[in-house]
Each structure stands twice: as structure tokens, then as C-alpha cells.
């Protein structure tokens, strides 16, 4: 693509590129899903939030049958709650599925929010162009939502590829070890990241699988 023609050969980057080339960032089944993701993942390892997720899927989740078309007996298949669902769950509900108290009122407040119709994402996603000063605007008046998860909601839940993740830790050392230097801090990341866009996010994604195949 053009991302990789325009960067393949960047003294940095382009070795990572040609080792990863044709790199596809997994994207939610719905922006709802990415942005619960990323509520969920502030601040925690990947598989602490896998788990919370898990716990959170128990607790609310829709089932559904599936049918192999070996046996008669359905298997079961659990999907992530819906705004709706999770709208239902009290703060104890998700204090008991191991959540902080913290991101248990930004949850519920995320969930009630769609609800309403303050947090239109689905709309958004059917329009012609993605608002993206509107979602930040939006999203960033919440309690309990800052700059990362509102970037890595966009990624996932929308496919936009120039969020600046530079304040992902995971990014922070992924550049750390391509750049062969002890450390990078947020606003250095960011300065790095800048000559790469509108591509920031895919960069971050990038060095995010440098680090292991599960860091999304």
C-alpha cells in the first residue's frame, strides 16, 4: 500500500515494515466493542484485561447457539454485552466482575450514554466521512476517558489509522528497542511519531507486533 511504499526504505521503520509487511490491525465487531475494550485495557496488561473481559462477558453477555452440523446439541457461544446489557449491570455487578471502581462509573456512564443517543456510534460509522473532531470532542468530556482510549478506540472501533498512541506504554518501549535506546517518553514518542502521518496508529500497531502477536 501506500504506507509501505512511502516508508519501506525509512532507516527505522522500513526494516520493521518488510518484516511485517501486509500487517492487518484487528478490528472490534462494533465501535461499542472497541471503546469497552479500551475502557477496560486502561492501564492494565493485555491478559489482565482479557480476563476482565471474560468476567465481563459472564456477567452480561449475549448468548447464542450455534450448530456444528455434527450433533444435534447447540454449542453455545458468548457474545460481548451490547450498551444495553451493560446499561442494565449496577456498580456492583461490575465491582464483582473485578472491575475498578473508577472504570466501573465510566462504563456505565459510556453504556448510558449510547443509550441516549449522546454517544451516536453507530451513526457515525455509517457516515460518508468519519467525524473525528466530533468523536474526541465527545468522548473526551467524559469522566474517566482520556486521549489513549479515545486513539485506540478509533482504531479499533473505526479503522482510522492517525491516532497518536504515544502515550501507550507498549508503544513507548517497542520505539525504546527499535531505536536502541534505553527509554522514550510520551512527548518523545509523539515527536517520532509525527513525520509518520496520517499513519500514527498503523505505526503504533506496527511496533506493537514487534513486541508480540498479542499486544492488541
Not at 79 to 87: D, K, S, V
Request: glycine share 8%; charged share 20%; net charge neutral.
Amino acid at each position: 500500500g501506500e504506507f509501505e511504499r512511502r516508508f519501506g526504505r525509512h532507516e527505522r521503520l522500513g526494516p520493521l515494515l518488510a518484516r511485517q509487511r501486509g500487517l492487518h490491525v484487528p478490528a472490534a465487531c462494533t465501535p461499542w466493542e472497541a471503546l469497552s475494550w479500551a475502557v477496560t485495557g486502561q492501564q492494565i496488561s493485555v491478559a489482565a484485561a482479557v480476563s476482565l473481559r471474560r468476567r465481563l462477558i459472564a456477567a452480561a453477555g449475549q448468548p447464542v447457539a450455534l450448530h456444528d452440523g455434527h450433533a444435534d446439541a447447540p454449542q453455545q457461544l458468548w457474545c460481548m454485552p451490547e450498551a444495553a446489557q451493560l446499561a442494565q449491570l449496577g456498580e456492583e455487578d461490575l465491582r464483582a466482575a473485578g472491575f475498578s471502581r473508577s472504570k466501573t462509573h465510566t462504563l456505565r456512564l459510556l453504556a448510558q450514554a449510547v443509550q441516549s443517543g449522546e454517544l451516536p456510534l453507530d451513526d457515525w460509522a455509517a457516515l460518508p466521512e468519519l467525524p473525528v473532531a466530533e468523536i474526541r470532542e465527545r468522548l473526551l468530556a467524559l469522566k474517566g476517558i482520556g486521549p489513549w482510549t479515545v486513539n485506540y478506540m478509533l482504531l479499533r472501533g473505526y479503522g482510522h489509522l492517525d491516532g497518536p498512541l504515544h502515550g501507550d506504554v507498549a508503544v513507548r518501549r517497542a520505539l525504546a528497542l527499535l531505536l536502541k535506546t534505553d527509554a522514550m517518553d510520551a512527548v518523545q514518542t509523539e515527536l517520532w511519531l509525527r513525520d509518520f502521518a496520517p499513519w500514527r496508529a498503523l505505526v503504533a500497531a506496527h511496533l506493537w507486533a514487534s513486541l508480540s502477536s498479542t499486544a492488541f
